[in-house]
């Protein structure tokens, strides 16, 4: 289980078959077997040292994820595993993405970003205006939600600067797919329905 709330990013070194090596500059050490998120999707850690974890990402789980199309040099926002008693600033992530979406619209308006994300109209039902959502990991407030009706379903997020530079987002560009994690709490819900 994880939070959303991105700790560093780090570089994928190598990528050779299901294993991806990533560089990162955590102080703490690792523990083979561990979880680790990496844009939001839950890997487990298989090699580690001072300065990169070793992950194995296997074909399923590639498709369905952006890793699908990840390249050496490619920054990945990283957040460990939550601990119990600590602080949950975010909202309660899997790292289980539903789906990749798609940046349709990337503006800066007075004091944040707006990032509007093209969904699955299957999956709009998933999100309320002010409910959460991961975007790449990222724990984030729904700011904008298409009709349920639409076509063409999309949500927006509204980006402050600290989250903005802390993380892959600067990075990415309108056409840009990214993976997205519904609220687990709205899926169960309709699940009830």
């Known amino acids: 289980m994880f939070t959303g709330i991105i700790e560093k990013v780090g570089k994928i070194n190598s990528i050779e078959a299901n294993r991806f090596v990533i560089s990162h500059d955590f102080e703490e050490s690792f523990e083979l077997g561990e979880s680790i998120a990496l844009n939001g999707m839950c890997a487990t850690v ?7 974890i070793s ?5 399923e789980s ?8 990840a390249q050496p040099r490619d920054l990945v926002n990283l957040e460990r595993a939550a601990k119990i008693g600590h602080r949950n600033s ?3 992530v899997t790292g289980h993405i539903d789906e990749v979406g798609e940046i349709i619209k990337l503006e800066w ?5 707006l990032v509007r994300v093209k969904i699955n109209p299957l999956h709009r039902a998933w999100l309320v205006h002010k409910g959460s959502v991961a975007l790449e990991g990222i724990s984030l407030t729904v700011s ?4 349920l009706k639409a076509n063409d379903a999309w949500f927006e997020v509204s980006i402050i600067p600290h989250t903005w ?4 987002l600067k990075t990415r560009a309108v056409g840009d797919k990214v993976n997205v994690e519904f609220d687990i709490l709205g899926k169960y819900a309709l699940n009830q329905v």
């Not at 090699?47 to 990169?52: K, L």
């Not at 992950?55 to 074909?59: A, G, L, M, S």
């Not at 590639?62 to 199309?69: M, P």
């Open 46 to 52: 298989v090699e580690f040292s001072s300065n990169d």
């Open 55 to 59: 992950v194995d990402i296997i074909q």
């Open 62 to 69: 590639r498709k369905l994820t952006t890793f699908g199309t």
């Open 90 to 92: 975010g909202h309660n």
């Open 109 to 113: 308006i007075e004091d944040f970003w």
């Open 144 to 147: 904008g939600v298409s009709d």
């Open 165 to 168: 530079e802390h993380t892959t």
